[in-house]
């Protein structure tokens, strides 16, 4: 399994980004997929998440009507795109997905630094 991150970056506040994970080594279409984050001195903190088919997301209180996930099955792809960004917004951003009750992938993160 491989997850592979892409699309951090430095960007001012009030500006967007949109982060890709790319998936391989398992079927896709079968797994939720989520993000984290982890910003400096704080625990790894559930950003999003997204169910097999796409249709169920959840979301922190912290960014909710600020980002959206999504995904393409047929891309294998998952995206976190964060609009409104914030100073606190700043983190690594790491996708996730369990395959098994034991099993569980991180991929390697992104940084995404919001300031001005």
């Known amino acids: 399994v491989q997850l592979v991150e892409s699309g951090g970056g430095l960007v001012q506040p009030g500006g967007s980004l949109r982060l890709s994970c790319a998936a391989s080594?398992?079927?896709?279409?079968?797994?939720?997929m989520s993000w984290y984050r982890q910003a400096p001195g704080k625990e790894r903190e559930l950003v999003a998440a997204?169910?097999?088919?796409?249709?169920?997301?959840n979301y922190a209180d912290s960014v909710k009507g600020r980002f959206t996930i999504s995904r393409d099955n047929a891309k294998n792809t998952v995206y976190l795109q964060m609009n409104s960004l914030k100073p606190e917004d700043t983190a690594v951003y790491y996708c996730?997905?369990?395959?098994?009750?034991?099993?569980?992938?991180w991929g390697q993160g992104t940084q995404v630094t919001v300031s001005s």
């Open positions: 997204i169910r097999s088919t796409g249709g169920s997301t």
């Open positions: 080594g398992f079927t896709f279409s079968k797994y939720p």
């Open positions: 996730h997905t369990q395959i098994t009750i034991v099993h569980d992938y």
